[in-house]
T-cell receptor, first 112, second 115 residues
């Protein structure tokens, strides 16, 4: 089955850039997403990319997709304390009725 | 846009009680809604997929009779946890989308605690 992996924890200083990585195994992915979850809350859609794209930028967020290596990353520029949260990458695959397969989540801690 | 409202946000009740959770899409019509369960410090586990006007499709290992799902309109789906027990305590999150190629938008979740 599909497998989506993320590192568990990332700590950055306020003002620095954060890069959260995600690797996946199934090559038939269609869309790839980044969601943010704050404590006790649901998931907030940050951005998403179609699998035939290499990059997407939206204000402080940049998504890079390396389809050959099955690697997705989210870069947050000028990271703020309000960016502290858990970040999930997720994917939909051909033939799965657009169900999301989530990564394990990366906890981002922003320090002063 | 694309706001999903989930209610209640927190429920505490006695073992044996049935609990209903509502998921509403406020500014779009949700042809498909999804119900997830999240354990502490874990990722989301899909429980079932619900299409308006038809029976929900449950994931393997999810008891249909325990977790009743109704999707009677394009803006409302409900999850009823029947005869809840302490092991059903968890964080339940719904999501909705208005088309097969559209992203899922999530509610704020319901923290269910069974005593």
């Amino acid at each position: 089955g599909e497998d989506v992996e993320q590192s568990l924890f990332l700590s950055v200083r306020e003002g620095d850039s954060s890069v959260i990585n995600c690797t996946y195994t199934d090559s038939s992915s269609t869309y790839l997403y980044w969601y943010k979850q704050e404590p006790g809350a649901g998931l907030q859609l940050l951005t998403y990319i179609f699998s035939n794209m290499d990059m997407k930028q939206d204000q402080r967020l940049t998504v890079l997709l390396n389809k050959k290596d099955k690697h997705l990353s989210l870069r947050i520029a000028d990271t703020q304390t309000g960016d502290s949260a858990i970040y999930f990458c997720a994917e939909t695959y051909t033939g799965t009725a657009s169900k999301l397969t989530f990564g394990t989540g990366t906890r981002l801690q922003v320090t002063l | 846009g694309a706001v999903v409202s989930q209610h209640p946000s927190r429920v505490i009740c006695k073992s044996g009680t049935s609990v209903k959770i509502e998921c509403r899409s406020l500014d779009f019509q949700a042809t498909t809604m999804f119900w997830y369960r999240q354990f502490p410090k874990k990722s989301l586990m899909l429980m079932a997929t619900s299409n308006e006007g038809s029976k929900a499709t449950y994931e393997q290992g999810v008891e249909k009779d325990k977790f009743l799902i109704n999707h009677a309109s394009l803006t409302l789906s409900t999850l009823t946890v029947t005869s809840a027990h302490p092991e059903d305590s968890s964080f339940y999150i719904c999501s909705a989308r208005d088309g097969g190629s559209q992203p899922q938008h999530f509610g704020d979740g319901t923290r269910l605690s069974i005593l």
